[in-house]
């Protein structure tokens, strides 16, 4: 009698590579994210007299409210699915609610709660 394979489930998240991790933030979180870029921060900082790009305010935001901190420096996080600087959900969860708190103090918006 020799060892017989046992069958495994597939994971849905990564295929069975183990490449990409099970904690990584959906798209359907980033496309969150960047509704609110358009829709919510960029018209509140253009009423307030800024004119940043898209591309500038995801750099702010990132730098800002999704970050990790490396040693005694912050790093901001990646959107991007893959990579050293992809950010956990739970670094998602705690950046949104740090750039909530920020968007109702400072430009008198409410951000809602992502649909996801």
């Known amino acids: 009698m ?3 394979k046992i069958p495994t489930k597939t994971c849905p998240t990564c295929g069975g590579s183990g490449r990409v991790p ?5 798209n359907p979180q980033r496309e969150y994210i960047f509704g609110i870029i358009d829709g919510i921060l960029q018209p509140a900082l253009r009423d307030l007299g ?10 702010f935001i990132k730098q ?5 901190e490396v040693g005694y420096e912050r790093v901001g996080l990646s959107f991007a699915k893959e990579g050293e600087l992809a950010m956990t959900k739970e670094e998602f969860h705690m950046g949104l609610e740090r750039l909530k708190l920020w ?3 400072y430009l008198s918006v409410v951000i809602p ?3 996801i």
């Open 2 to 4: 020799g060892l017989e």
């Open 22 to 26: 099970h904690n990584e933030v959906s």
């Open 50 to 59: 800024n004119d940043w790009t898209k591309e500038e305010i995801k750099d």
């Open 64 to 68: 800002e409210f999704f970050y990790r």
């Open 103 to 105: 968007a109702a103090e």
């Open 113 to 115: 709660e992502p649909e």
